[in-house]
């Protein structure tokens, strides 16, 4: 999984660098611990982990992750943002 998320972030920079001139902009999203229904076949010691490595303390929504998205899509608000990964982890990458 990790190795997985690291090559779509260098792939994401990479296509930015490539396809920036024309106007592509190309970014990704990287989630932290997100209540889905994906989780449901977590443990309770799984779970507890996560929460104690999220400064926050808690689990994120999938309402909490559409901003992201919505400001990404938004030309307007987000014309000049590119090859970036913008967590929504609660904090998770400070510990």
């Given amino acids: 999984y ?11 920079r990479s296509l930015a660098k490539e396809e920036g001139a024309g ?17 449901q076949v977590s443990t309770a010691q799984q779970i507890q982990q996560y929460l104690d490595a999220t400064p926050m303390a808690r689990a994120g929504t999938a309402h909490e992750c559409v901003g992201v998205y919505l400001f990404l899509a938004c030309e307007s608000l987000s014309s000049f943002i590119t090859g ?5 982890n609660g904090g998770m990458h400070l510990m």
């Fill in 84 to 88: 970036q990964t913008i967590g929504v």
């Fill in 23 to 39: 106007g592509i902009r190309v970014n990704c999203v990287a989630p932290g611990y997100i209540d889905t229904p994906i989780h």
């Fill in 2 to 12: 990790a190795s997985a998320k690291g090559a779509i972030e260098s792939l994401s």
